[in-house]
Structure formats: structure tokens, C-alpha cells
């Protein structure tokens, strides 16, 4: 799923385990997942495999279980792959390894996991979750998150700093929906009105994601004008002094 910024390039987004661990328990888990990381690194797996089935754990977790309706034990099992985010970074930094390669994969195995998860959404409302609306909601979710990132990529890549932090980004869409889910899952327990919670946390992924693009685009837009203002700023003296050159 991805590797902290420091060990794989400097332009990787946050991931979901990081956003579900705070500092301290990230120093806990990285003590704790350090010898399994030297351990891997010895067998000869490297950090770019890590990521690859960390990310399809989530996906089988999201596309197995979430479109039966099983959204507790899904949640589980995305939870225990979500943790490859500290391994495949742990096992970076004793490598060593800073590489644009790694952010890449990062990045593009994490729309991947977005998509899985709120794909299973959108199929357990399509199925025997019986709603249209919600399926839509889910369907939304989805679409938007892919959007929301990529307005930021594209910016990045005109040479706009999209500096704004939206309401609802990646990391806070997905603790959002997985919390959600594994709280709606009691309801396979005999939890009485609990199933109720994931739908008002996709209705609020939906709505924040919305607002977050809305609050990128108009950066971008200030941005892309700042900077052809001042462009033309530079211009204009330029042209001014061969024009008094000439004159003389």
C-alpha cells in the first residue's frame, strides 16, 4: 500500500496505515515489525513485493467479503494488510532505498485499493444490500476519490504546488469508510440499529470528497493565475528596456 516518504520518494501520498496509527503507535508497531522486515529482507523479498500483497489482501478483503455483506470480518482482514504500509517502509529504510519507482507504485496500487474498497461498497448495495441510492453514494465515493487525487497530480505536474488541505482526503476517506464498516459489521452479532453507521459515513466520504475537489480545483485555479501574472510581471520590464534600447 506505501512506504513513508522519506524511504521510497519524496512525493508519495499519505496511506490509510498511517492515517489509523498515530506517532506513538507507529514507533511501537515499527520496534515491533522491525525483525519480521530484517527477516524478510533475508529471505530476498523486497519492499515492491510487500506492497503488492499488501494491496491485494485489501482487495480481497474488500471484494470478497464487503459485497456479502461480511463487513466486519472484511474490515478485519483489510486491517492486517493495512499494516504492510510499515512493513514494506521499514524494510526500505534498512535497505537503504530512496526511488521514484517505489513512490509510483505507491501511488498507483493505492487508487487501486480505493477503488477495491468502495467497489465493494457499491456491490453489496447493487446486491443484497437492496439500494440504489447507497450503491450511487458508493459508486460516487469512488469516482471522486480517483478525482480528487488526480487534480492534485495534474497541478503538481504543471508546476502548481496545490497547497491546500482539503476537507476529506485519501487518509481520512478511508479511516472514515473502514471504521464505518467494521462498526456496521456487529450487526452480524445481533447489534441492533448498528448497520445504519455506514451509510451516514459514505454519505459523509461522499459530501467531504466533493467539497475537497471543489476546494483543489479553485486552488489550482488561484494558483495557475498567480503565476501568469507573475510571469507576465518579468516579461514586461524585459520588453520595456529593448524598447528603450531601440529608441537610443
Known amino acids: 500500500m506505501g512506504q513513508p516518504v522519506a524511504s521510497r520518494g519524496h512525493s508519495a ?4 496505515g498511517k492515517a489509523m496509527l498515530n506517532k506513538y503507535a507507529r514507533a511501537f508497531f515499527t520496534r515491533v ?14 519492499p515492491d513485493t510487500v506492497t503488492l500483497i499488501g494491496t491485494a489482501g485489501v482487495m480481497a478483503g474488500a471484494l470478497v467479503f464487503y459485497p456479502r455483506g461480511e463487513f466486519f470480518w472484511g474490515t478485519v482482514v483489510i486491517t492486517l494488510f493495512v499494516f ?26 493505492d487508487r487501486v485499493a480505493d477503488g477495491a474498497i468502495f467497489g465493494g461498497f457499491a456491490l453489496w ?17 469512488l469516482a471522486s476519490g480517483q478525482v480528487v487525487s488526480y487534480t492534485k497530480a495534474r497541478g503538481e505536474s504543471i508546476g502548481l504546488p496545490v497547497a491546500v488541505n482539503g476537507l ?5 476517506r478511508l479511516v472514515i469508510s473502514l471504521v464505518a464498516a467494521g462498526v456496521a459489521g456487529f450487526d452480524t452479532f445481533g447489534v441492533p440499529g448498528i448497520h445504519v453507521v455506514l451509510p451516514i459515513a459514505l454519505w459523509i466520504v461522499a459530501v467531504g470528497s466533493l467539497v475537497t475537489l471543489i476546494q483543489r480545483v479553485v486552488t489550482v485555479r488561484r ?12 516579461e514586461r520590464p524585459e ?8 529608441a537610443t
Open 239 to 246: 520588453n520595456a528596456s529593448h524598447g528603450s534600447e531601440a
Open 125 to 141: 448495495y447493487a446486491g443484497g444490500g437492496d439500494d440504489t441510492v447507497l450503491c450511487a453514494v458508493s459508486i460516487f465515493c
Open 33 to 46: 515489525l522491525t525483525p519480521f522486515a530484517a527477516f524478510l529482507i533475508r529471505r530476498g523479498v523486497s
Open 84 to 109: 504492510s504500509d510499515l512493513v514494506d517502509g521499514n524494510m526500505a529504510r534498512q535497505l537503504g532505498r530512496s526511488s521514484r519507482w517505489g513512490a509510483f507504485l505507491d501511488s498507483t496500487l
Open 223 to 234: 494558483e495557475s493565475a498567480e503565476a501568469e501574472a507573475q510571469q507576465d510581471g518579468q
Open 168 to 172: 476529506v482526503e485519501r487518509a481520512e
Open 13 to 16: 501520498p499519505p496511506t490509510v
